[in-house]
């Protein structure tokens, strides 16, 4: 089952624009992770943002996450177009429950140089 | 290096056959899943594992099946039972508890 959605589906931005992602979830969760996939390949993990965690960066990157909301966002400053790829959120629901990590569709970035 | 190694990367079969899909990781994880993406679907789960010896049923186990006789191997074979089985297999591992997903890069299977 899905209930991650992200938006927009798809992006496309200049070099050096900043770019935002937006993701939402139905549940209560324990934790919001957000991951990139480069075209062909696996995903790799970006960054796990806590449901008592309000705001994470790591690098150019920034999450952000309001629970009464049920959303998060990822902030890429700077953009290059190495950042082309398309970028997924998924939630643990509240249980903390193992083999629940429900994925959304995904946002796909496309950085024109 | 430690890392997911999912073999072989592009994969060809008939209608009919069953096809074995390799996953091996040298990451010392207890779990590890399988998960089929399909274009402009997100990811769906297939199988997991939680230790060696047992596993359980994800969303969409019909016309699969796993084995994880070893910690480091968890194949997942895609039956002739499985009415669609054209598409991206991933497979991934992590550590006990919420810690994130590491992920092979993938076998496209590919049935005609």
């Known amino acids: 089952s899905q209930q991650g959605e992200e938006d927009p589906q798809a992006l496309s931005i200049q070099e050096g624009e900043n770019a935002t992602m937006n993701c939402s979830y139905k549940t209560s969760i324990n934790n919001l992770q957000w991951y990139r996939q480069n075209s062909g390949r696996g995903l790799v993990h970006l960054i796990l943002?806590?449901?008592n965690e309000r705001e994470k960066h790591s690098g150019r990157l920034r999450v952000t996450l309001d629970t009464s909301k049920k959303s998060s966002s990822l902030l890429i400053t700077a953009s290059r177009a190495a950042d082309t790829a398309s970028y997924f959120c998924a939630t643990v629901d509240n249980a903390g429950n193992n083999r629940k990590l429900i994925w959304g569709l995904g946002t796909s970035l496309a950085v024109n140089p | 290096d430690g890392g997911i190694t999912q073999s072989p990367k592009y994969l060809f079969r008939k209608e009919g056959q069953n096809v074995t899909l390799s996953c091996e990781q040298n990451l010392n994880h207890d779990a590890m899943y399988w998960y089929r993406q399909d274009p402009g679907q997100g990811l769906r789960l297939i199988y997991y594992?939680?230790?060696?010896?047992?596993?359980q049923k994800g969303d969409i186990a019909e016309g699969y099946s796993v084995s994880r006789e070893k910690k480091e191997s968890f194949p997942l074979t895609v039956t002739s039972a499985q009415k669609n089985p054209t598409a991206f297999y991933l497979c991934?591992?992590?550590?006990?508890?919420?810690?994130?997903?590491?992920f092979g890069n993938g076998t496209r299977l590919t049935v005609t």
């Open positions: 594992s939680q230790i060696v010896n047992d596993f």
């Open positions: 943002i806590r449901s």
């Open positions: 991934a591992s992590r550590q006990a508890g919420n810690s994130p997903l590491h």
